[in-house]
């Protein structure tokens, strides 16, 4: 072997080892970069504690009592149609809204509202609610449950990922009123 083919050999050996850490380095690197720019490059996702949009306050006439649906932030690919959830929205005044839990406070039926009577009734045993969300009569214990709402941009959002709560003047930290039954 001349000393002019050791050379070469060397000189091409020590480019292949410099080009396979280039290699590595990067993907060891990539990782890392991703990691620390993360909390720039990340999307938003939609968590318990997200606000969703009821729709715009023009879809809530004042003095009326609608029924809304949203999007289960917690929801799964595969849930299908049992992801959407049902509420009832109050329209107060201008800006004043209850946001109401479908479900009875009894033993969870979907109540249904009846504007004839003004009366929200549950078909499973005879709970009746006022149109405040407050108990009239049958087993239920108390009013129906209330989200937190707020109005944002022309849009009526509630605190969806959270359970609703009981029919108690709520404190509404993002700048909407504060729902009471
Ligand atoms: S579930 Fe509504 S009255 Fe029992």
Redesign the pocket.
């Known amino acids: 072997m001349s000393a002019e083919n050791g050379i070469s050999r060397r000189t091409a050996l020590m480019k292949l080892g410099v080009f396979l850490n280039g290699v590595i380095g990067v993907f060891l690197a990539v990782p890392i970069v991703r990691y620390l720019l993360s909390p720039v490059t990340r999307e938003r996702k939609v968590g318990y504690d997200s606000w969703l949009s009821l729709g715009g306050l023009e879809e809530f006439p004042t003095g009326q009592t609608r029924l809304a649906t949203y999007r289960n932030p917690l929801v799964n690919d595969w849930d299908g149609e049992t992801g959407s959830i049902a509420c009832w929205v109050r329209r107060v005044d201008n800006q004043t809204f209850q946001v109401f839990a479908i479900n009875?406070a009894?033993?969870?039926?979907p109540v249904r509202w009846f504007p004839q009577s003004n009366l929200f009734m549950?078909p499973?045993?005879?709970?009746a609610y006022y149109q405040d969300g407050s108990r009239a009569s049958?087993?239920?214990e108390r009013g129906l449950f209330q989200y937190r709402y707020k109005i944002e941009n022309g849009k009526l959002l509630i605190k969806a990922g959270e359970m609703p709560t009981p029919g108690q003047p709520v404190a509404n930290t993002a700048g909407g009123k504060p729902a009471c039954a």
């Open positions: 009875c009894h033993l969870g039926c549950c499973c045993h005879g709970g049958g087993p239920p």
